[in-house]
């Protein structure tokens, strides 16, 4: 990557008038930057997938098992019986083009297989061939391709520069959604043993130690421990932050890098200290260490198996309900999957929160409640105190995740948090926010270093979205609710727009909590000095 | 090529009638078998592909959400974008069967120098779409004259509506201006975004040139020398609509024109990307409330899967936890 | 959950719509019925053939009107040498007096509301000592 | 799968140069794989951040947290980025022998 790495003004050279030859027949370059590594055997077959091999995308020969095609066509036949989503996004596009420029990929690449219209055409048209009349009579003229092994690169390659957003679906007068059709591009490439690592392995490590890291019980532990003693340095606070307690009232989950990864981790000392200043009964769990589920990004199968230790953990340690913290696709599983793939909980009761008396009746059934939703609710009761000045620091925008805007909703409940703790937030512009929100360009489970052409290119319309506030209101944070965000987006912001750095919305509540006891702080989470303590220096310089 | 295909085939439906319902006199087939044929067709195959799209369940709760949800009580949630109940579901896709919302939102990208990306609105699609739509919804109605009898107030409404202007004689109607404007539109669309170019279809260009086609002998009979006979041509849809086809006398071959390229278009429909008129209604990211963590969603097909329980978990780690002094279900 | 109850309905509603023709008109009974224009006091022939005038006599109304209105221009020369006086009332009412049995039979069939009655009187057919 | 030889040394790698069995891991072994990372010569404050992830990931299986290794390390992470370029991650854990974290890092 180092090598051959591209200027900005490089990278933006792009065209968005697509070659004169037609889409039907070309084949894909598997340049590096642009793809992603295989699965690694040992991880693949942890998890039981299908033919696990040592395999690159860049080989000749993928090793594809004898009757691979009719894996495909059985794996094909199987998803249109089982999921109406399927049947009629393969059946009712009209090719209107709206949704054409509303992928990141393809404005960041103008590559126009990145159009969400042909990423679905690269398997609607082997559909078509194959499961509908005028596909089987007239076959090419009908829009129908044959599968060859070329195609299935394709779909590799582009079904991996997919994210998942549905964005594109918001702008579909069918509500086509092609995170539908990339889930079962996945599942069949899945079926004939393709998988990539990025994947693969977060999902033998979750499956295995609770998280995608495999951080183990005891180095699980360990690393809240070391968090509960920095945060003492910090604030003269000891908290607790109990590990496996039984008995608890609330099981908190996470997602793990919030206790591995930089910036994540000061989102971690936020979550610390407001439960601790709130006096909340909470346990983490080593178990359910992991709130992410990379299998959303897998297989509806693997999604399933990983989710399922979220509610066995909240059975066995008796809590009465579950509280999740900053994660975007986390919360699309948790929101709109757990429910059905591992309820009803009813081992638990309808969420209140023990502050402010509140029933949560929103999430009556799946028991489980998004940490701004909890938060935005303490701060309208006035549980707890804040000064937003301890932020003057920072100049906050607010990126929506993906998953929480368009598969949630959970759009004013951050915003609140944020204005409770910022006193300088400006938006992004309007078509780049909300339900409009542009990808990282990293999600779906594709946020490594090999692709990282692919991610600078896909992240293209955020980061400039954030060119945008940091030249007009002088932004220097970006702030978000999703651990692949904290991830990529750093290294995104510093290659488009250097200058802004990336935190959660927690962290800057724990910026502004003013706590029982607490040392005056000299410095925020992070070590920053605050702009008072600033300030301060220069008039003592001054005399 | 898809272009020159597509409008081969409309220009090969138009001889086919010409020759076969003009030169070879073959009224009965035409004015008679085919519109028979093709209505079964029609009506048979639309249901049989929404009962094909039916028997395949929504396993998931999978709504895309275009605003705030419902949470707290001080904060408005968007009953249309984020619909929370049935009846605001169908608000929702009120307006976008009716209105064509979600296309309503539409923008177009711009990279400017530096690079800078700038969002514009572009509703050109979202009208010429919603003019098609509705005018060709309306002209439909408007036909009804042609089918039933007596004829029905509301029938008669919409043509002294549609016919405001007075202009021309007969009067010229609006949606028969409009329906030619959008079909130009959306073709000269398609013809002239490379982006669009690229990735339509024969489908995708077919359905224009035969629609066209459709617009253009209507508008011969109507506001031309060409003039059907409408006695004539009424008498022989109530014939067929009574089962008591006859073939009156006073039909030209312009006439069998217009009404062979119907029949193919009816034909056409269920096997067809126009099936997303059905569609439309059956799509899961639009007509589900948002509400999934207040009502459980279940999958028909769901079963059990591999898990890994926190005994086995505690198996593998026991020492690792128990010299971490974490609690442990079996010392 | 295939919201079967929902879609079976949807499909009712779409054939019940969609077939609306149909039972319309078995339901009307006058499935069969033709419009069958009278003339009752007849001359020997129209200024132009049945068949043209079937399709096209608005046409040659409002040629007629134009040129009368405008151009002061009152007579027509048929295609058969024969001329007429451009008017409505005097010659084309001369033999098709009877507005309800001749014009609206098929203006009502067709539902056609043409506008000769907005500035022309609606003949007294009465008087014509008809009925 | 690639292989990667450095005079004598011969092991196998990943596509990114990490090593595969990283039980197999030896002082030259470290040695060899700082040449990839743009580092000849591993001076002692190099060594004290290998070792220190070297002990970690032999007790708790995986490297430790960023802010973990740079507070006991007693480096800042600019000063590990200086001394690996690539970073912690992506250097100091591959010249260390251990895996890629996987995940939302």
């Not at chain 1, 003269?236 to 590990?243: C, D, L, Q, R, T």
């Not at chain 1, 301890?390 to 609140?416: K, Q």
Request: hydrophobic content about 40%.
């Amino acid at each position: 990557m180092a090598e051959d790495k591209k200027t900005p003004e490089e990278l933006a050279q792009i065209s968005y008038r697509p070659p004169g030859k037609t889409w039907m027949d070309s084949t894909v370059e598997f340049r590096k930057g642009t793809y992603n590594y295989g699965a690694v055997p040992a991880s693949a077959a942890y998890m039981n997938l299908p033919f696990p091999r040592k395999w690159q995308p860049t080989n000749e020969d993928w090793n594809l098992p004898e009757d691979w095609q009719k894996i495909i066509f059985e794996g094909m036949r199987e998803r249109l019986n089982r999921y109406r989503s399927f049947r009629v996004f393969m059946d009712i596009c009209v090719r209107c083009g709206a949704c054409a420029d509303k992928c990141h990929y393809f404005i960041g690449s103008g590559d126009p297989k990145n159009m969400p219209v042909l990423r679905a055409e690269l398997l609607r048209s082997v559909y078509r061939n194959d499961f509908t009349a005028f596909g089987k009579l007239l076959g090419r003229f009908a829009g129908g391709r044959k599968l060859t092994i070329d195609i299935l690169k394709e779909w590799f390659f582009y079904f991996y520069q997919c994210t998942e957003c549905r964005r594109c679906s918001v702008f579909c007068p069918y509500g086509i959604d092609t995170a539908e059709i990339t889930m079962m591009a996945r599942e069949l490439l899945n079926l004939v043993g393709i998988n990539i690592d990025w994947i693969a392995t977060p999902l033998a490590n979750c499956f295995r130690t609770g998280n995608h890291l495999g951080v183990q019980p005891h180095g699980f532990k360990d690393s809240i421990e070391f968090a509960v003693e920095e945060f003492e340095e910090l604030t003269g606070i000891k908290v607790e932050a109990p590990i496996n307690r039984k008995g608890a009232e609330v099981l908190f989950v996470a997602p793990s890098a919030d206790y591995f990864a930089s910036p994540h981790y000061y989102t971690l000392l936020g979550y610390l200290a407001l439960f601790h200043e709130i006096g909340l009964d909470y346990t983490w769990s080593s178990f359910a260490s992991e709130g992410g589920n990379f299998g959303l990004f897998h297989s509806a199968e693997v999604m399933k198996r990983l989710n399922a230790k979220i509610y066995m953990e909240s059975r066995r340690l008796g809590v009465k309900w579950i509280l999740g913290g900053e994660c975007g696709h986390m919360w699309r599983v948790l929101h709109q999957y757990m429910d059905t793939i591992n309820g009803p909980a009813n081992h638990l009761e309808v969420p209140v929160s023990p502050i402010t008396g509140t029933r949560f009746e929103n999430a009556k059934s799946t028991k489980m409640v998004h940490i701004a939703e909890f938060t935005s609710d303490l701060m309208r009761h006035n549980k707890i105190k804040l000064d937003p000045s301890r932020n003057d620091h920072w100049n906050v925008t607010f990126h929506d995740s993906c998953n929480p805007a368009r598969a949630m909703g959970l759009i004013e409940e951050p915003r609140y948090v944020i204005r409770n703790v910022c006193n300088h937030f400006h938006e992004m512009p309007e078509n780049t926010i909300k339900e409009q929100t542009f990808c990282c360009g990293s999600g779906s489970g594709i946020g490594t270093d090999e692709n990282l052409e692919m991610r600078l290119r896909g992240g293209l319309p955020r980061a400039n979205a954030c060119k945008y506030v940091h030249d007009k209101y002088g932004v220097n944070l970006l702030l978000c609710i999703c651990a692949i965000d904290k991830a990529t987006l750093p290294p995104l912001l510093e290659y488009w727009v250097p200058g802004i750095e990336v935190g959660g919305i927690h962290e800057m509540v724990g910026n502004a909590l003013i706590m029982k006891g607490e040392n005056e702080r000299a410095t925020d989470l992070r070590g920053t000095p605050t702009k008072k303590v600033e300030e301060g220096k220069e008039v003592t310089e001054d005399v | 090529m898809t272009v020159i295909i597509s409008l081969l085939a409309a220009v090969t439906l138009i001889l086919i009638a010409i020759i076969g319902a003009g030169t070879l006199g073959l009224q009965y087939l035409f004015g008679i078998v085919i519109p028979y044929a093709t209505l079964a067709a029609f009506l048979f195959g639309i249901v049989y592909r929404v009962v094909k799209w039916a028997r395949s369940p929504v396993p998931f709760h999978i709504p895309t959400t275009c605003g705030q949800q419902k949470s707290h009580p001080w904060i408005k949630y968007s009953k249309l974008e984020s619909p929370f109940t049935a009846l605001e579901v169908t608000g929702r896709m009120a307006l976008e069967i009716l209105f064509f919302r979600s296309l309503f939102r539409n923008t177009k990208v711009d990279l400017k120098k530096g690079p800078k990306l700038v969002y514009g609105s572009e509703k050109y699609l979202w009208l010429a779409g919603l003019a098609f739509h509705w005018s060709f919804l309306i002209i439909l109605v408007r036909h009804l004259r042609f089918f039933v009898e007596p004829v029905p107030f509301f029938v008669a409404a919409l043509q002294t509506l549609d016919g405001f202007f007075q202009i021309w004689l007969p009067i010229i109607y609006i949606t028969d201006v409009v329906i030619l404007v959008a079909l130009l539109f959306l073709l000269f669309r398609r013809l002239y975004d490379p982006k669009l170019r690229y990735f339509s279809l024969a489908a995708d260009y077919f359905p224009l040139f035969l629609l066209l086609s459709i617009a253009v002998t209507g508008y011969l009979m109507r506001y031309t020398g060409a003039k059907a006979d409408l006695i004539a041509v009424k008498e022989l849809a109530m014939g067929l609509l009574s089962f008591r086809p006859t073939i009156p006398v006073g039909l030209d071959t312009i006439f069998f024109i217009h009404l062979f390229l119907v029949s193919v278009l009816i034909a056409y429909f269920p096997f067809s990307k126009l099936m997303h008129m059905a569609g439309v209604f059956m799509s899961p990211t639009r007509n589900l409330a948002n509400n999934s963590r207040a009502k459980r969603h279940v999958n028909p097909w769901d079963y059990d899967v591999k898990v890994h329980t926190y005994e086995e978990y505690e198996d593998e780690f026991r020492e690792v936890m128990k010299a971490a002094k974490m609690p442990l279900e079996k010392e | 959950m295939y919201d079967a109850g929902k879609v079976i309905t949807g499909i009712i509603v779409f054939l019940i719509l969609i077939t609306f023709p149909f039972w319309f008109n078995a339901a009307s009974g006058r499935a069969t019925y033709k419009p069958d224009p009278e003339i009752i006091t007849p001359d020997d022939q129209c200024v132009e053939t049945a068949e043209y005038m079937k399709r096209n006599h608005m046409d040659m109304l409002n040629q007629w009107r134009d040129q009368v209105v405008r151009e002061g221009q009152r007579t027509f020369v048929a295609p058969d040498g024969k001329t007429y006086e451009l008017s409505l009332s005097n010659t084309c009412m001369n033999c098709h007096s009877n507005k309800s049995e001749f014009c609206d039979a098929c203006h009502n069939y067709m539902a056609v509301s043409p506008f000769c009655w907005d500035c022309h009187i609606e003949p007294q057919e009465t008087t014509y000592g008809y009925k | 799968m690639p292989t990667f030889t450095h005079g004598e040394i011969s092991i196998d790698v990943d596509e990114d140069g990490f090593m595969q069995e990283p039980e197999l891991w030896n002082e030259e072994i470290a040695k060899a794989l700082a040449t990839t990372e743009g580092v000849d010569n591993l001076t002692d404050e190099h060594w004290k951040l290998v070792n220190y992830l070297r002990e970690y990931y032999l007790k708790f299986g995986i490297a430790p947290m960023i802010r973990k290794l740079c507070k006991e390390t007693g480096f800042p992470l600019k000063k590990v980025y200086e001394l690996f370029p690539s970073g912690p991650a992506k250097g100091a854990c591959k010249v260390a022998g251990l895996a890629k974290p996987t995940g939302c890092v």
